[in-house]
């Protein structure tokens, strides 16, 4: 089947198009607004469209071109810090991109299954009560990223009522691994450990709020559910992705240690919390599961090693 993938250059997008090269049965197209960079081996693997999907325009050019019988959605502005930062711009980034997606699609009478990457961030003011979270819980979302997050998913179902555009709606929880931000919280444990062990950095992590339960899958899982989606998903439907297993943002911080060549001391860094948190997360996905028999293979040992791995490479790299 033929595939595109928007923010291809993205850390889930390279994952997926990896993922999806690697079974033969995918021909993959991917999207993103600056010319190939980021791909590494997957620029000869991939064809490649550069856009901008704020742009109308742009994307009904990108679609015309692709001919896509799958979209995985999944470009964005992805980070809650930034988004506290920049709540318009991400607020635009999300959801005026995703209609333009909707628009060029019915412009064009194309009719390929849509899959929008959505996030755990929407159900936001977690209860005690609601946990785990299964699809029905409100979404109370605290945070600007959230939000948009939040309109994504809701214009997906409304495109899908009103318009009959194949949507799936995936609600993946936190997926984490090698070559992910660090901007993210175990990305930047491992990104510390690297530079600390390398003697660029004094041997102190500096961290945010450690006592946050968040529930945490590989990306390379992440990118094998996606997939599974597209394959048996039931459009219209919404689908929380994720292990049902709480972890204390603390555990990913000692495991990162264990593995460490260094003695490192541990500071609290006021610039890390965030102005709005959630005690606990974790995901209910027995939907998915039922409809898939998904289940996650990697142990977060093993992706934190991975993640580890991957600064330690990026690190002598740049030196």
């Given amino acids: 089947m033929r595939a595109l993938i928007t923010g291809i250059n993205g850390f889930v997008g390279g994952h997926l198009a990896e993922h999806l090269l690697a079974n033969g049965r995918w021909e993959v197209w991917g999207l993103a607004r600056q010319p190939a960079l980021g791909l590494g081996e997957l620029a ?3 064809r490649y469209i550069a856009a901008d999907m704020n742009a109308g325009e742009q994307v009904v050019s990108a ?11 999944l470009a964005g502005q992805a980070n809650v810090a930034r988004s506290f930062a920049d709540p318009a711009g991400t607020l635009q980034a999300n959801i005026l991109a995703q209609t333009n997606l909707f628009q060029a699609l019915l412009r064009l009478r194309q009719d390929p299954l ?6 755990n961030e929407i159900y936001g ?6 946990l785990p979270l299964d699809e029905d819980t409100p979404l109370r979302p605290v945070n600007p ?5 939040a309109a994504q998913d809701l214009l997906a179902f409304q495109y899908f009522v009103s318009h009959r555009i194949r949507t799936l709606r995936l609600r993946p929880f936190n997926h984490i691994g ?4 660090d901007t993210f919280v175990a990305s930047a444990f491992a990104a510390q450990v690297a530079q600390i062990e390398a003697g ?3 041997p102190i992590m500096r961290v945010g709020n450690l006592s946050a339960e968040r529930d945490f899958t590989d990306v390379r899982d992440m990118v094998r559910a996606y997939e599974l989606a597209a394959l048996h998903g039931e459009p219209g439907e919404a689908y929380n992705i994720g292990s049902g297993r709480p972890v204390r943002v603390q555990r990913l911080l000692d495991i990162l240690m264990m593995l460490s060549t260094k003695d490192i001391a541990v500071e609290a860094d006021p610039a890390r919390m965030r102005p709005a948190d959630v005690p606990s997360v974790v995901c209910d996905a027995r939907r998915f599961r039922e409809r898939t028999n998904w289940e996650p293979a ?4 093993q992706t934190l090693f991975d993640t580890l791995e991957y600064w330690r490479a990026w690190v002598k790299e740049t030196r």
Wanted: aromatic share 4%; glycine share 4%; net charge neutral.
């Fill in 44 to 46: 000869g693997r991939v």
């Fill in 63 to 73: 679609l015309e071109s692709a001919q896509p019988e799958v979209i995985f959605h």
């Fill in 114 to 119: 849509v899959l929008v990457a959505g996030s």
């Fill in 125 to 130: 003011a977690v209860r005690p009560e609601d």
């Fill in 145 to 149: 990223y959230a939000v948009s997050k």
């Fill in 178 to 181: 090698p070559r992910q931000s």
């Fill in 200 to 202: 660029r950095q004094q």
């Fill in 298 to 301: 990697i142990h977060l040992e």
